[in-house]
């Protein structure tokens, strides 16, 4: 209790304290006009004291004087010759012929809906039209646009393009802004954001005060923000009449959107692109070749019995890929072929399956074909990693002489973005190894060649079990099209897809929006904190409604974990975690390492599991792989405090100058390391923005108690990730309340162990993938499990027991019992004695 009570007291104090100089909370009443300092989030740049609102007379003024500085510099740069060259070329493309009717349609217009090819000009283009008009001294000289992207990696990317054509360094009318990151100055006009991002600023800024233009990107993906971002517009837009709204989608589902803004306008912009043409799997064996001779001579029967055992010899391999082969074969319907095909089908060498057969479409094309980037669209980064490593062992492909393989996922550097756009030397092949953020967000000029595997890895929602599942799924027919279309930009393409016809043909129209198919609770906690009414009312007003029962399952898990009180209203802690850039999780352990002076490793634990696993866990050295992190366990039993080891010891090895060799050695991703530090750096900056934090005593705590501080506030944070731990004879058997029986990764190191010594394991995340595997845990104590699982306060001291209670007869652990009699007898004399 008074552990609780502590929490609060810091919690409580921290929120209502009055806003001092700088960087402190914006008061309890959260109206946005009477908090004059800054939110302590991420996104700092959205300072209350920002300078470009036409407040007065004078300040219009300046504004306007700017405007017209701004404006002739762009004049000047546009006569210069490299200006002229841009322009020409801005000048070709398909939005350029619109570019009246758009600016018209949006000026007579609230919202606009606007829908064209990739690549024919919509992000880079149109709101740069805008800004341009705007700018231009006539129509007075304010605006301020912001256009919103699904990923970080292209508001970044677009956004250095659109400054590159305006002649500017990033930050000057043009700048970005992303998690934790961002470049934007005084001038900046026109701001491409994540969407999060501007929901971020929708918190301290309901009405967007001074913005004149949201531009919505890629509104076809149908991403949950989006969808979100939509009802919250969707009202805002009566109260703000003069902010126009634009939509903009790729491909052609644009009614929708226009209907559900009571039927606004739409815009085609007509593109150009050269025919493609299409080989399916059946075709694809044909023109590359790949064929096995070993079966060739069996007579109808004896085929048909070989066709079976590649099949099983399938099944055993468990490449994302070779299963896209195993499902195009299944669906394959045998008849349906020429017997030719059927023959090269049937001949297949299984072993070398997957990967291989890209690889054979590789060399088809860097052999037979002529120039032109080759985009491979592939499942996940996974994936693409081990691809690449593969390539990197054949004699041509990867010879970097005559081929350059590059990388193309969401989290990749930048300096590894960029070779990405640029043209190679003469005789050199590109070949981008992307994964599905090729497919609209970023366009690659010179791609000729399209490999599709036809996979995308989506997560789903089971809300029946309360389990996430992450499984490679086929893609939409919208998507293929998608994928096709990226060859045929500067001459006619070649798209392979490497899954047989009626498979395509099986393909749903489009993919399923992600609002209905992923986990709600960080998208209902942010409902609370805009202040937006009941959750399940303001969803039932999205384009298309969640399940009630995944709002529910949402809604309780911010109440287990304390976020939001019974009458679902906010909590105090449910407000601080609503303004840290973290899922509820994991701000919650920011939050509790902050208070208990114990932050130094719960930053490495939270940074890590935001950005990824930085342990390596190459194909053919598994396990070599899995004992050097195994050495970072030492025998405790958890993931989290491997990763916490791991990350010291390369802080200490970079000071010596020795990171490299460290992250080789123990199979550690130096780059991964490397976004961990500058993570935590940034949450540190947040945590004492907030007042929680003093520098002196942060990391007072860390390692005293052998640890044992560091896994509570893992527990409190991950918790109800709880699973129990049954040591058998000679292996442990794992339960969990919801999903009995459950494995984990094999790169936990608790995989490895044949006897856990902890009764309970806390778990990080679980996913449906047959059976229902646990990714990172930790192991704990009983008494961790009873003073920081779940929320006393919630529950009182009695309710908590009957909580744990469940737990007891459930996993049948009479030890807890114990413990909790025991710890209830020396509270109540405790309060007794006061
Ligand atoms: O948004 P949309 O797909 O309609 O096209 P965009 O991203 O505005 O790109 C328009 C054109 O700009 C593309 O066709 C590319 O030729 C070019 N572009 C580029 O060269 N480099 C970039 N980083 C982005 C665009
Ligand atoms: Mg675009």
Same mark, same amino acid.
Not at 190 to 197: A, M, R, V, Y
Not at 289 to 296: A, E, F, P, V
């Given at each position: 209790?008074?552990?609780?009570?502590?929490?609060?007291?810091?919690?409580?104090?921290?929120?209502?304290?009055? @806003?001092?100089?700088?960087?402190?909370?914006?008061?309890?009443?959260?109206? !946005?006009?009477?908090?004059?300092?800054?939110?302590?989030?991420?996104?700092?740049?959205?300072?209350?004291?920002?300078?470009?609102? @036409?407040?007065?007379?004078?300040?219009?003024?300046?504004?306007?004087?700017?405007? *017209?500085?701004?404006?002739?510099?762009?004049?000047?740069?546009?006569?210069?010759?490299?200006?002229?060259?841009?322009?020409?070329?801005?000048?070709?493309? @398909?939005?350029?012929?619109?570019?009246?009717?758009?600016?018209?349609?949006?000026?007579?217009?609230?919202?606009?809906?606007?829908?064209?090819?990739?690549? =024919?000009?919509?992000? &880079?283009?149109?709101?740069?039209?805008?800004?341009?008009?705007?700018?231009?001294?006539?129509?007075?000289?304010?605006?301020?646009?912001?256009?919103?992207?699904?990923?970080?990696?292209?508001?970044?990317?677009?956004?250095?393009?659109?400054?590159?054509?305006?002649?500017?360094?990033?930050?000057?009318?043009?700048? #970005?802004?992303? !998690?934790?990151?961002?470049?934007?100055?005084?001038? /900046?006009?026109?701001?491409?954001?994540?969407?999060?991002?501007?929901?971020?600023?929708?918190?301290?800024?309901?009405?967007?005060?001074?913005?004149?233009?949201?531009?919505?990107?890629?509104?076809?993906?149908?991403? %949950?923000?989006?969808?979100?971002?939509?009802?919250?517009?969707?009202?805002?837009?009566?109260?703000?009449?003069?902010?126009?709204?634009?939509?903009?989608?790729?491909?052609?589902?644009?009614?929708?959107?226009?209907?559900?803004?009571?039927?606004? @306008?739409? %815009?085609?912009?007509?593109?150009?692109? #050269?025919?493609?043409?299409?080989?399916?799997?059946?075709?694809?064996?044909?023109?590359?070749?790949?064929?096995?001779?070993?079966?060739?001579?069996?007579?109808?029967?004896?085929?048909?019995?070989?066709?079976?055992?590649?099949?099983?010899?399938?099944?055993?391999?468990?490449?994302?890929?070779?299963?896209?082969?195993?499902?195009?074969?299944?669906?394959?319907?045998?008849?349906?072929?020429?017997?030719?095909?059927?023959?090269?089908?049937?001949?297949?060498?299984?072993?070398?399956?997957?990967?291989?057969?890209?690889?054979?479409? *590789?060399?088809?094309?860097?052999?037979?074909?002529?120039?032109?980037?080759?985009?491979?669209?592939?499942?996940?980064?996974?994936?693409?990693?081990?691809?690449?490593?593969?390539?990197?062992?054949?004699?041509?492909?990867?010879?970097?002489?005559?081929?350059?393989?590059?990388? =193309?996922?969401?989290?990749?550097?930048?300096?590894?973005? !960029?070779?990405?756009?640029?043209?190679?030397?003469?005789?050199?092949?590109?070949?981008?190894?992307?994964?599905?953020?090729?497919? /609209?967000?970023? &366009?690659?000029?010179?791609?000729?060649?399209?490999?599709? =595997?036809?996979?995308?890895?989506?997560?789903?929602?089971?809300?029946?079990?309360?389990?996430?599942?992450?499984?490679?799924?086929?893609?939409?027919?919208?998507?293929?099209?998608?994928?096709?279309?990226?060859?045929?930009?500067?001459?006619?393409?070649?798209?392979?897809?490497?899954?047989?016809?009626?498979? #395509?043909?099986?393909?749903?129209? #489009?993919?399923?929006?992600?609002?209905?198919?992923?986990?709600?609770?960080?998208?209902?906690?942010?409902?609370?904190?805009?202040?937006?009414?009941?959750?399940?009312?303001?969803?039932?007003?999205?384009?298309?409604?969640?399940?009630?029962?995944?709002?529910? $399952?949402?809604?309780?898990?911010?109440?287990?974990?304390?976020?939001?009180?019974?009458?679902?209203?906010?909590?105090?802690?449910?407000?601080?975690?609503?303004?840290?850039?973290?899922?509820?999780?994991?701000?919650?352990?920011?939050?509790?390492?902050?208070?208990? $002076?114990?932050?130094?490793?719960?930053?490495?634990?939270?940074?890590?599991?935001?950005?990824?696993?930085?342990?390596?866990?190459?194909?053919?050295?598994?396990?070599?792989?899995?004992?050097?992190?195994?050495?970072?366990?030492?025998?405790?039993?958890?993931?989290?405090?491997?990763?916490?080891?791991?990350?010291?010891?390369?802080?200490?090895?970079?000071?010596?100058?020795?990171?490299?060799?460290?992250?080789?050695?123990?199979?550690?991703?130096?780059?991964?390391?490397?976004?961990?530090?500058?993570? !935590?750096?940034?949450?540190?900056?947040?945590?004492?923005?907030?007042?929680?934090?003093?520098?002196?005593?942060? &990391?007072?705590?860390?390692?005293?108690?052998?640890?044992?501080?560091?896994?509570?506030?893992?527990?409190?944070?991950?918790?109800?990730?709880?699973?129990?731990?049954?040591?058998?004879?000679?292996?442990?058997?794992?339960?969990?309340?919801?999903?009995?029986?459950?494995?984990?990764?094999? $790169?936990?190191?608790?995989?490895?162990?044949?006897?856990?010594?902890?009764?309970?394991?806390?778990?990080?995340?679980?996913?449906?993938?047959?059976?229902?595997?646990?990714?990172?845990?930790?192991? %704990?104590?009983?008494?961790?499990?009873?003073?920081?699982?779940?929320?006393?306060?919630?529950?009182?001291?009695?309710?908590?027991?009957?909580?744990?209670?469940?737990?007891?007869?459930?996993?049948?652990?009479?030890?807890?019992?114990?413990?909790?009699?025991?710890?209830?007898?020396?509270?109540?004399?405790?309060?007794?004695?006061?």
């Amino acid at each position: 209790l008074g552990l609780q009570r502590r929490v609060d007291t810091h919690l409580r104090e921290y929120l209502y304290r009055k @806003p001092m100089n700088k960087g402190t909370f914006p008061d309890a009443t959260f109206s !946005r006009s009477s908090s004059s300092g800054s939110i302590a989030t991420d996104e700092g740049l959205f300072e209350q004291q920002e300078p470009l609102i @036409p407040t007065s007379v004078v300040m219009e003024k300046v504004l306007r004087r700017r405007s *017209l500085q701004l404006r002739n510099q762009q004049q000047a740069w546009q006569e210069s010759p490299e200006g002229q060259k841009i322009q020409e070329f801005r000048r070709s493309l @398909p939005a350029y012929k619109e570019r009246d009717a758009l600016l018209n349609a949006i000026s007579q217009n609230q919202v606009v809906v606007i829908s064209g090819e990739t690549g =024919c000009g919509k992000t &880079t283009q149109l709101p740069q039209y805008i800004l341009e008009s705007e700018i231009d001294a006539s129509r007075g000289a304010f605006c301020s646009i912001i256009c919103t992207q699904p990923r970080r990696i292209s508001a970044m990317s677009v956004s250095e393009r659109v400054a590159a054509e305006r002649g500017e360094k990033l930050g000057e009318s043009v700048g #970005y802004k992303v !998690r934790l990151e961002g470049m934007k100055g005084r001038d /900046t006009r026109l701001l491409f954001c994540t969407t999060g991002i501007l929901l971020r600023r929708l918190l301290v800024d309901r009405n967007l005060k001074g913005v004149t233009h949201v531009i919505v990107d890629e509104i076809h993906e149908r991403g %949950i923000n989006e969808d979100f971002l939509l009802i919250v517009l969707k009202d805002l837009l009566p109260h703000r009449p003069e902010l126009r709204l634009v939509l903009m989608s790729a491909t052609l589902n644009a009614e929708i959107f226009s209907s559900y803004f009571g039927g606004a @306008p739409m %815009i085609h912009i007509p593109g150009f692109t #050269y025919p493609v043409r299409t080989h399916f799997l059946e075709n694809v064996l044909e023109t590359t070749g790949y064929r096995l001779t070993q079966y060739n001579q069996i007579d109808d029967y004896g085929q048909e019995k070989a066709w079976k055992m590649q099949k099983q010899a399938l099944r055993k391999r468990k490449s994302p890929i070779a299963s896209v082969v195993e499902d195009a074969l299944e669906a394959a319907d045998f008849r349906e072929y020429s017997l030719r095909t059927r023959e090269s089908l049937r001949c297949w060498n299984p072993d070398s399956l997957g990967f291989n057969l890209i690889e054979n479409v *590789l060399c088809h094309i860097c052999t037979k074909e002529r120039p032109g980037a080759v985009l491979v669209f592939m499942t996940g980064w996974d994936d693409i990693n081990a691809l690449r490593e593969q390539l990197q062992a054949h004699p041509l492909l990867g010879d970097p002489s005559r081929v350059l393989v590059l990388a =193309c996922h969401g989290s990749m550097a930048s300096s590894e973005q !960029r070779l990405i756009f640029e043209k190679p030397e003469d005789g050199i092949r590109k070949i981008v190894l992307a994964t599905n953020i090729a497919e /609209t967000s970023i &366009t690659i000029d010179d791609v000729v060649f399209v490999v599709d =595997c036809g996979k995308v890895k989506e997560t789903s929602y089971d809300a029946l079990n309360n389990t996430p599942c992450l499984l490679p799924s086929w893609i939409s027919k919208a998507a293929a099209q998608q994928r096709r279309g990226r060859a045929g930009r500067i001459q006619p393409g070649d798209c392979y897809h490497l899954y047989p016809r009626c498979v #395509y043909d099986s393909f749903a129209d #489009y993919q399923m929006p992600e609002i209905l198919r992923t986990p709600l609770q960080s998208l209902c906690l942010q409902i609370k904190s805009l202040q937006l009414g009941s959750i399940s009312e303001f969803l039932s007003r999205a384009l298309q409604s969640p399940e009630p029962l995944s709002v529910q $399952n949402a809604i309780e898990y911010l109440k287990i974990i304390g976020a939001l009180a019974e009458n679902e209203n906010l909590t105090v802690l449910g407000r601080h975690l609503s303004m840290l850039p973290v899922e509820p999780k994991l701000g919650k352990m920011l939050i509790l390492g902050a208070i208990f $002076n114990c932050l130094e490793p719960i930053l490495t634990v939270v940074s890590g599991l935001s950005v990824r696993d930085p342990f390596l866990m190459p194909f053919d050295k598994k396990e070599l792989a899995e004992s050097a992190k195994a050495q970072f366990s030492a025998q405790d039993y958890s993931d989290h405090l491997a990763l916490v080891r791991a990350y010291q010891g390369w802080k200490d090895a970079e000071r010596e100058q020795d990171g490299y060799r460290y992250c080789w050695e123990n199979f550690l991703s130096a780059q991964t390391l490397k976004a961990i530090d500058s993570l !935590r750096k940034q949450f540190f900056t947040l945590l004492k923005d907030t007042g929680l934090v003093d520098e002196k005593t942060a &990391t007072y705590n860390a390692w005293n108690h052998d640890e044992h501080l560091i896994r509570a506030i893992i527990c409190a944070g991950l918790y109800p990730g709880i699973c129990s731990v049954l040591n058998k004879e000679k292996s442990v058997s794992l339960k969990t309340m919801e999903d009995g029986q459950v494995l984990l990764y094999s $790169n936990s190191v608790n995989a490895r162990e044949l006897k856990i010594s902890y009764p309970w394991l806390v778990f990080n995340e679980k996913v449906k993938v047959n059976s229902v595997f646990l990714r990172d845990s930790t192991g %704990i104590s009983d008494s961790v499990l009873l003073l920081f699982g779940g929320d006393i306060c919630r529950e009182g001291l009695d309710g908590h027991l009957k909580m744990l209670g469940g737990y007891l007869e459930f996993f049948m652990k009479p030890a807890l019992a114990e413990t909790y009699t025991n710890l209830k007898r020396e509270l109540d004399e405790l309060i007794q004695n006061k």
